[in-house]
């Protein structure tokens, strides 16, 4: 079942401008991770905060997590058409015998040149 | 260092067909996990490995199976192929037993069409 749930599914900018993703889960977690995906391939590592942090930078991401809330947002700054993809957020949960990622449905940004 | 290796790339099957898909992790690697990707359910679990052994799986039928060998190299197989098997289908590898700390890395995922 899918835990995450990205908002908006799809968002479309200029060049420059900064892109802000969210996402939302149901359940409690240890750590909530993000990755990209270009068209059809394989997903990329971008960064991942831990349940006792609050926001984490990475280049020009910036990552932040509500638990109170179950919610994340992933900020990309001066965005580039190389970052032209699908974003998804991916909840690891606690306990032995996990194991798993659980996955959102994405969003996909555009960059236009 | 080499990433996580997937093969074939591309698959195409007839209905009824079973399908073995491989996964070579990154070196020192030992967890490794297989994902389905398709446009309507998104990413699902499908079962994680560790040392030859499974230790979860997700809500998939018995049609899919796997293993992971002593070298770390995974495999899965699908069985009695449905259209709705057409997927992309993803291996991820983990330094740890466990991701508390580090992000998995994904192979390029192998293309499976069911005809």
């Known amino acids: 079942s899918q835990q995450g749930e990205e908002d908006p599914q799809a968002l479309s900018i200029q060049e420059g401008e900064n892109a802000t993703m969210n996402c939302s889960y149901k359940t409690s977690i240890n750590n909530l991770q993000w990755y990209r995906q270009n068209s059809g391939r394989g997903l990329v590592h971008l960064i991942l905060?831990?349940?006792?942090?609050r926001e984490k930078h990475s280049g020009r991401l910036r990552v932040t997590l509500d638990t109170s809330k179950k919610s994340s947002s992933l900020l990309i700054t001066a965005s580039r058409a190389a970052d032209t993809a699908s974003y998804f957020c991916a909840t690891d949960a606690p306990g032995a015998g996990s194991y798993q990622l659980t996955f959102g449905k994405g969003t996909k940004l555009s960059v236009i040149p | 260092k080499a990433g996580v290796t997937q093969t074939p790339r591309y698959l195409i099957k007839t209905r009824g067909q079973q399908v073995t898909l491989s996964c070579s992790p990154i070196?020192?690697?030992?967890?490794v996990s297989w994902y389905q990707q398709t446009p309507g359910q998104g990413l699902q679990f499908l079962f994680e490995?560790?040392?030859?052994?499974?230790?979860n799986k997700g809500n998939f039928p018995g049609r899919f199976s796997g293993r992971q060998f002593s070298n770390s190299r995974s495999e899965m197989n699908v069985s009695t192929l449905e259209l709705g098997d057409s997927a992309l289908y993803l291996c991820?590898?983990?330094?740890?037993?466990?991701?508390?700390?580090?992000?998995?890395?994904f192979g390029s995922g192998t293309r499976l069409t069911v005809v």
């Open positions: 905060i831990r349940s006792n942090e």
């Open positions: 490995y560790f040392s030859e052994t499974q230790r």
């Open positions: 070196s020192g690697h030992r967890s």
């Open positions: 991820a590898s983990s330094i740890l037993p466990a991701t508390l700390d580090y992000g998995y890395t």
